[in-house]
């Protein structure tokens, strides 16, 4: 069955990196579209990044662009969110998702456990 | 920017019940890439809709998505006590991402 389990998350100060790392099995992973969706305490969902199937195309939300790096090993069916200049606001529920052979399609069939970031001096 | 949904909705078993979310011409207006998500506390979101009116296998016909001109629409039908729970709409946008709705809370009554 389709599991997908996130690591890394924990407690950082603002303006330091932290990288999370899902772990897939179950389907093949080099076929899907990989996104991460956040959720803050108390707010809803919040769509953060994409990488496509074959790692060549990645898109962002404008609220982590340039601070966020989403990257894929299909040689370990591994997804990545690398982020650096944490803020407050960071602060959440990481996801890791799959998505389909269409990169920028919503249709997310598959989330992760979840994994905590807390961003406090 | 997030789509628009209402923040809460509620009903009474057996009746039926639209959740509206409304975009733009950057997204909804743009897009057959329309997927809705059920969230319960503590569990992951579960896919009910994607491409504006397709159900993934498993989940129920009382779901069912439509669009017209910028809003998208879920409906739940004879409404159940297990319905209860926060629904997302998301779509596709033209800025190359993907937005989502603020969620509404469907209470059963």
């Known amino acids: 069955q389709v599991q997908l389990v996130e690591s890394g998350g924990g407690v950082v100060q603002p303006g330091r990196s932290l990288r999370l790392s899902c772990a897939a099995s179950g389907f093949s992973f080099n076929k899907y579209a990989m996104h991460w969706v956040r959720q803050a305490p108390g707010k809803g969902l919040e769509w953060v990044a994409v990488?496509?199937?074959?790692?060549?195309?990645?898109y962002y939300a404008d609220s982590v662009k340039g601070r966020f790096s989403i990257s894929r090993d299909n040689s370990e069916n591994r997804s990545y969110l690398q982020m650096n200049s944490l803020r407050g606001e960071d602060t959440a529920v990481y996801y890791c998702?799959?998505?389909?052979?269409?990169?920028?399609?919503?249709?997310?069939?598959?989330w992760g456990q979840g994994a905590l970031v807390t961003v406090s001096s | 920017s997030a789509l628009t949904q209402p923040a809460s909705v509620s009903g009474s078993p057996g009746q039926s019940l639209t959740i509206s979310c409304t975009g733009t011409?950057?997204?909804?207006?743009?897009?057959?890439?329309i997927s809705w998500f059920q969230h319960y506390p503590g569990r992951a979101p579960r896919l009910i809709i994607y491409d504006v009116t397709a159900r993934p296998s498993g989940v129920s016909f009382r779901f069912s998505g439509s669009k017209s001109g910028y809003t998208a629409s879920l409906t739940i039908s004879a409404l159940q006590a297990e319905d209860e729970a926060v629904y997302y709409c998301t779509s596709y946008s033209t800025s190359n991402s993907v937005v989502f709705g603020g969620g509404t809370k469907l209470t059963v009554l």
């Open positions: 990488v496509s199937f074959d790692g060549s195309d990645k």
């Open positions: 011409s950057g997204d909804i207006g743009a897009s057959n890439f």
């Open positions: 998702t799959r998505g389909v052979i269409i990169t920028l399609s919503p249709e997310i069939d598959f």
